[in-house]
């Protein structure tokens, strides 16, 4: 069993740190009558949970208050943790850029792909209730080519360094295409750099519009039939293995295709908070001399 009370003591010193000059008391918001946990208290509980596989917090609050009750002596009730929890998403995906910047060496090339994630399986299509209180994030039937089958749920989009360092994501349905996160995201930090995809990141369009914009070079492999091809080298073949190696983290250790959410809110929390446990577990073992990114074992050492 993981050791819950030095993980999220060493979770909020990172939060503190990040977020230092940000909050007041360790609330983002002034709030007129003392909370037994701030938010910050609130993100590490739940980084915490993310970052010792534990899957649903009903399972973590059980862990707690069987094993580590004296050390938690001002847990608030989990509903208040859940509603607060989803509440600080954003906060929770800054804190992930953040530590982000702080390991960033500036490496000349970044690594987009996305991943399915489904919510529901196929044969409920017809009665679906889950994430549909609003229709402009509802899930959609989508294609994944890496598993050849369609799936309802969500796509999720991941732009990370070559050494696997997060910079950015968003989660849209399954059937938006790879292409618009690239077009709708802000690249303020990323002028000059080379954005490597998959077949799936074709488009003329968009790589005129990146290098003229903003600088930016985007690389793909070529298709079998393109008619002018242009060379993708092996070490860029390399690198892009580093993201799906973040995919197959994200899916063994941190259970992101096992969805426990009812609605659109919870789900991207979810996963703000699986981004946020990795790059908190990549700064742990960076602070040790550890690889950053042999993160299921970080705390067994």
């Given at each position: 069993?993981?050791?819950?009370?030095?993980?999220?003591?060493?979770?909020?010193?990172?939060?503190?740190?990040?977020?230092?000059?940000?909050?007041?008391?360790?609330?983002?918001?002034?709030?007129?009558?003392?909370?037994?946990?701030?938010?910050?208290?609130?993100?590490?509980l739940a980084i915490t949970?993310?970052?010792?596989?534990?899957?649903?917090?009903?399972?973590?609050?059980?862990?707690?208050?069987?094993?580590?009750?004296?050390?938690?002596?001002?847990?608030?009730?989990?509903?208040?943790?859940?509603?607060?929890r989803r509440s600080l998403e954003p906060r929770l995906r800054e804190s992930a850029g953040l530590l982000g910047d702080r390991m960033d060496d500036g490496e000349s090339a970044l690594l987009v792909d996305s991943m399915p994630c489904p919510i529901i399986h196929n044969a409920r299509e017809q009665r679906m209730k889950v994430c549909m209180e609003d229709p402009g994030t509802a899930p959609r039937k989508g294609y994944s080519a890496v598993d050849r089958r369609y799936y309802i749920g969500y796509k999720l989009h991941l732009l990370m360094s070559t050494q696997g360092i997060f910079h950015d994501m968003a989660v849209t349905p399954a059937n938006v295409h790879d292409i618009r996160f690239l077009k709708e995201r802000q690249y303020d930090g990323s002028e000059d750099r080379e954005i490597i995809g998959d077949r799936g990141y074709i488009s003329r369009e968009l790589q005129a519009d990146l290098f003229t914009s903003y600088g930016i070079e985007l690389v793909t492999p070529p298709r079998r039939n393109q008619l002018v091809k242009r060379a993708f080298s092996p070490e860029r073949r390399?690198?892009?293995?580093?993201?799906?190696?973040?995919?197959?983290?994200?899916?063994?250790?941190?259970?992101?295709?096992?969805?426990?959410?009812?609605?659109?809110?919870?789900?991207?929390?979810?996963?703000?908070?699986?981004?946020?446990?990795?790059?908190?577990?990549?700064?742990?073992?960076?602070?040790n001399n550890r690889p950053i990114n042999r993160i299921r074992h970080a705390w067994n050492y």
């Open positions: 069993m993981h050791d819950l009370p030095a993980m999220y003591k060493k979770h909020l010193s990172y939060l503190i740190d990040v977020f230092d000059g940000v909050t007041v008391d360790g609330n983002f918001k002034k709030r007129p009558i003392n909370t037994k946990m701030n938010d910050l208290e609130v993100m590490a949970g993310e970052a010792a596989s534990i899957p649903s917090e009903n399972l973590l609050f059980a862990e707690i208050r069987k094993h580590f009750r004296q050390d938690f002596p001002m847990l608030i009730d989990r509903t208040r943790f859940n509603r607060r390399r690198n892009r293995k580093f993201i799906e190696t973040r995919f197959s983290q994200l899916c063994s250790q941190f259970s992101i295709k096992i969805n426990l959410a009812k609605s659109f809110k919870g789900f991207l929390t979810r996963i703000s908070s699986k981004l946020a446990a990795v790059a908190m577990l990549q700064m742990f073992n960076r602070e």
